[in-house]
């Protein structure tokens, strides 16, 4: 990890399960960025708490995250990999930011608009603050580069707005970052309804395809796809958004182009898509699935890994704050 290395910094909110999209979306861009970016990767536990948790499912579930995020691949060795609520500085370069973020650049976020309405949402300021630490996560690092789906789009927009106003009224203190979201899965579409993505807060579990399911969970959730009218199977999103998601993902997982696939699906119809799509997605996960059992099964290590995490994050984000603090005229402290 060298200085000079572009900067890269994500997380993933431990609020419900891992699923394909976080991983098709995010994930498999870290994995292919830790040789060549100088790379942080967290458990967004802070984000996770704006909606209620159940504190043991939460406990349990930080742990998965973890050794998934090993499973995956990422390198403990490569990479700096730790929870948020480590290090205190996001937190606290996040009430600046608040001194910094007008009401109205949060009312426009479009997630807080869909978390806010859903039926029987309870709303805390938490929930409609949240992009605001998600900007101090990401400027406190100085990153560069943000991996994330496209839904984050608009929060990276409002990071970007927040560096380039406090840079404007006290120096240079923060790198302006730029989102990095793939060409093909930047928004992976819910099962059960292909005009919603994916999510692990949808109350359907059919609707996703979380890292930790079963084989034959995950052939029935293919089994069951909502799909579109008409039986041809072709890569078009407006008019065959089911068969588009399922293309999609089937693509990535096998390795193979949308192209190919369509070819070898001519005449066929969208069973054989869906059970394809069951296998590949069953194959590319069962090796992640066995490296996951062996490094869950060992907390202290993962407890390791995390406090070496937020030793090395520690340092880092200090910096960035001592520099804001005395930049906005608080007295050092001697
Ligand atoms: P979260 O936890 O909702 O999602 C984690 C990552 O997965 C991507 N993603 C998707 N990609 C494709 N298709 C989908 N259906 C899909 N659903 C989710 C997200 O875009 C994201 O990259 N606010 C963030 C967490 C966060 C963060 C940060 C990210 C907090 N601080 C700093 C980057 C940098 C969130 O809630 O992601």
Redesign the pocket.
Known sequence: MTASRPIV?????P?GQL?I??F???MRNWVAMQDTHDSLF?L?DL?AITVAQNPAELRARCYDFVALYLACGLDPQKNTIFAQSHVSAHAELGWVLNCHTHMGELERMTQFKDKSTRAGAVINVGLFD?PV??AA??LLYQATH???????KQ?LELTRDLAIRFNHQFGPIFTVPEPFIPET?????SLQDPGK????SDPSALSYIALLDEPATILKKFKKAVTDSGSEIRFDPVEKPGVANLLTLLSIFSGRAIPEWEQHFAGQGYGALKVQTAEAVIAFLSPIQARFAALRADEAALDAILADGAARARVRAEQTLRRVYDALGFLPRR
């Open positions: 910094l994500s997380g993933i909110q609020s699923l999209s976080h098709v979306g995010a967290m967004v984000h949240y630490l998600m996560d990401i943000v991996p994330v789906g496209a839904d984050q929060h899965g930047a928004r992976i579409m993505k994916m999510s692990k």
